[in-house]
């Protein structure tokens, strides 16, 4: 037996894994744990939980990898100063010493840490360095289900390649282009996510949910002054508009100036139409170079199949349009595809290419699980924390509950729904998820205001069981990661079961879109997760069951959490945001609570 323990940590999101034998076992963010959002931090709580999972101690693991290599990053560093001096001091100064301290001594740095888990640990030499990007292409081809693929990552930086071109055959990837930092996608839609006040490597998605309201008016500025894009999707950014190379903002006063405005001040200056305009023009933009690139590699290599991941590779909407343009046969991207699947990647990187292990390819699906590799919890624990936290709950089984639930649902109820495994990854995908009923035309609104406490323009996911997503949707295929956009469809046709076929005399029902308008964004596009029977069997049973009670295949899923924190990770947080929020139900496995018969005086204000 051979197991690889991989840790993406130092950037933004830390992560641990754990893969034996070349089987991907568990892995987390260790955001869940400490409950501080995109924890950067050594991931003690995960590293400790995939040791756990499988009752393994430190010195009992193989091989440790690290995603990165820290004396590339230092170099860029460098280099960057001195290509930039004397306008880079001030960064350069602010991030020396840091890297000093923390980064560049990181091998002795990481096996001290390594020792908080277990004192036998003694072997340094355990310990191996991947490349950034090269965890990233790896964490997007092992899993997929293709013998071979182009693999292409997205991202802000790693060490020095923001973007690569790979190709994946078998056990073996081999880099094929690379374009290197400070030209980057992932740090040009930062650039504007700054520039528009969210938070840059976090907001990025707001932008996203943004620019479908305004036009892409800057496009062609953008691509004219900001961007010189190639043919081949090949790019290099015109750094006179950005301060990233050598400030501590994105954007300089030229770039403001070209657009004729500051940027704009978080939580003081209000969204205007403008601002929809630049995540628009923005989003076209990206959506160009994705497209450029996707189909000049498609040309150039004949291969059938696309595998993605890094950052940029979140943006569901390029995605979505990749699979429409009908470039690559298939897709297939990495769910935890930021820095957090870095750690994956490294493991897996090291299992295949430096041990030169074959890979065993799942036929259908995937090697990822559905990507349920966190914790779980059961019976006994679920009891012991509700009686210790006071709750009043009921256990029901498994088919009461599942009917229980879809009346609520219809009821027009939000559902707490916590079950199995935690997610790997940003994506809430039916373990760590809230509930609602996606033809409720008010529940946008209650879900924005009164349960996640965030801006009311943010649109709402639809879960929808595999086998009835082309009826409502425009997609025949896979998309178990919520990771794809595409349209509902205009015209709904859904076809009637036996007894109603008898009852009515027809075969079909017709409905528009505006029959699920809380998971409908305003260009009628929707990030669809489809749900499988194989990977999360009870939720597919919910689904199943409000089908038959309702028509409706569809369920709207957005992350259990509220606005700035992480998704919750355990019952004792589940129970906290159900009751500091107006969930009305909270499911764990088969307990359910009511939040009307909870205690007046847990019940508090979660909104800050
Ligand atoms: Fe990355």
Redesign the pocket.
């Known amino acids: 037996m051979t197991s690889i323990l991989g840790i993406s940590a130092f950037?933004h999101d830390s992560a641990a894994a754990l893969i034996i034998d070349g089987e991907i076992i568990s892995a987390a963010q260790e955001e869940r744990f400490s409950r501080k959002k995109h924890d950067a931090r050594y991931p003690y709580n995960a590293v400790q939980f995939v040791l756990n999972h499988s009752n393994l101690e430190l010195n009992e693991i193989d091989h440790i990898i690290f995603f990165e290599k820290p004396f590339l990053k230092f170099e860029r560093l460098l280099e960057t100063y001195l290509a930039f001096a004397p306008k880079g001091f001030v960064s350069f100064a602010m991030s020396m010493p840091i890297w000093l301290r923390e980064k560049l001594f990181q091998k002795q740095f990481l096996f001290d840490k390594l020792r908080q888990h277990d004192k036998n640990f003694k072997d340094i030499n355990k310990i191996y360095f991947s490349e950034?990007?090269f965890?990233?292409a790896a964490s997007a081809f092992y899993p997929s289900p293709f013998k071979e693929a182009v693999i292409l990552?997205l991202?802000?930086?790693?060490e020095w390649a923001t973007t690569t071109l790979a190709v994946g055959k078998e056990n073996k990837i081999t880099m094929l282009k690379e374009i290197h930092f400070p030209h980057s996608i992932?740090l040009l839609y930062s650039a504007f996510t700054y520039y528009t006040g969210f938070k840059v490597n976090g907001g990025e998605y707001k932008v996203m949910g943004l620019a479908p309201y305004g036009q892409s008016k800057y496009k062609d500025l953008i691509l004219k002054e900001l961007i010189d894009l190639k043919d081949d999707g090949s790019f290099r950014l015109n750094m006179k508009y950005f301060n990233y190379a050598t400030g501590l903002t994105m954007t300089n006063d030229k770039f403001s100036d070209l657009f004729g405005k500051k940027p704009r001040e978080p939580e003081k200056e209000l969204l205007t139409q403008f601002h929809m305009d630049i995540a628009a023009s923005l989003q076209a933009v990206t959506e160009e170079i994705v497209l450029k690139l996707t189909s000049s590699i498609s040309q150039e290599t004949k291969i059938k199949n696309l595998c993605m991941a890094?950052?940029v590779a979140l943006n569901c909407v390029a995605n979505g349009k990749i699979l429409k343009k009908n470039i690559f046969e298939n897709i297939w991207i990495q769910p935890a595809a930021?820095?957090a699947g870095?750690s994956l990647g490294a493991a897996l990187a090291f299992w295949h290419q430096e041990l030169g292990n074959k890979r065993k390819i799942v036929a259908t699906g995937d090697d990822m699980k559905g990507s349920y590799l966190g914790p779980s919890f059961n019976e006994n624990e679920i009891e012991n924390t509700l009686n210790y936290l006071g709750a009043k709950y009921e256990k029901q089984d498994e088919e009461n509950l599942i009917n229980t639930i879809v009346n609520e649902l219809q009821n027009e109820k939000v559902i707490g729904w916590f079950q199995g495994r935690m997610e790997f990854g940003p994506r809430a995908l039916g373990a760590r998820s809230i509930l609602a009923d996606p033809r409720s035309d008010k529940m946008q609104k209650k879900l924005n205001l009164k349960v996640k406490f965030r801006e009311s323009f943010r649109p709402f996911a639809p879960s929808v069981l595999r086998e009835d997503v082309n009826d409502w949707f425009d997609l025949n295929s896979d998309s178990p990661y919520m990771l794809i956009v595409t349209d509902v469809k205009k015209n709904i046709q859904i076809p009637m079961n036996e007894k109603d076929k008898t009852l009515f005399g027809i075969d079909k029902l017709n409905v528009t879109r505006s029959s699920i308008p809380s998971v409908t964004h305003v260009d009628y596009s929707a990030r669809i997760q489809t749900v499988h029977k194989e990977t999360n069997h009870k939720y597919y049973k919910l689904l199943k069951k409000f089908k038959e009670n309702t028509g409706c295949p569809v369920l709207v899923n957005t992350s259990f959490n509220v606005r700035g924190e992480p998704i919750v990770c355990s019952v004792e947080d589940a129970y906290k945001c159900f009751m500091g929020t107006d969930i009305d139900i909270l499911v764990c496995e088969n307990y359910i609570l009511f939040k009307d018969k909870q205690y007046e005086k847990f019940k508090k204000d979660n909104q800050l």
């Open positions: 950037y950034h990007h965890s990233h990552t991202d802000g930086v790693g992932g890094g950052g930021g820095d870095g």
